[in-house]
């Protein structure tokens, strides 16, 4: 049986808040939506018959005022299309990469009672998720 991840457990935030808040970080997002999106009963959008990713839009419309305040902002986004180095049934149908000017500016952004409920959002709409944490680096033409 596959687990599927939708918020993240104690350690690994608790690991996430150990690290720097003072440093720019990059969050990478893999996004598996739901066929149909699953609200909790007496939610505004429970009865819509809203696909999972018709719910993922409206939280990105709900979260956005509040993710660009904190200076956030998506510097890649992509729509999957196959896995060539990994397991032949992972499948993700969106991914990105948001940046935050600091951890400080992530915290302050999932603290925010308008975030709180557009959350209900993503948690409706997804069926398994990653979110990763890098520290950002320089680009470049090779790999090392």
């Known amino acids: 049986m596959t687990k599927h991840y939708i918020d993240p457990s104690r350690a690994n935030f608790e690991a996430f808040k150990d ?4 440093e720019p970080i990059h969050m990478l997002n893999l996004l598996q939506y739901r066929e ?3 609200y909790p009963a007496g939610h505004a959008n429970a009865d819509k018959g809203w696909t999972g990713r018709r719910a993922y839009e409206e939280y990105g419309k709900a979260s956005g005022p509040i993710f660009r305040r904190v200076g956030g902002r998506i510097v890649w986004r992509g729509a999957f299309q196959t896995v060539v180095t990994g ?3 992972m499948r993700w149908d969106d991914g990105f990469v948001a940046e935050y000017p600091n951890a400080a500016a992530f915290f302050e952004m999932i603290k925010d009672p308008e975030y709180q409920q557009a959350v209900v959002n993503r948690t409706a709409a997804l ?3 990653r979110l990763v944490r ?3 680096g320089a ?3 090779g790999f090392g």
């Open 19 to 22: 690290l720097p808040r003072d």
């Open 36 to 38: 149909l999106a699953e």
């Open 87 to 89: 397991p032949e049934e």
């Open 127 to 129: 069926v398994d998720s």
């Open 134 to 136: 890098f520290k950002p």
């Open 139 to 141: 680009g470049g033409d």
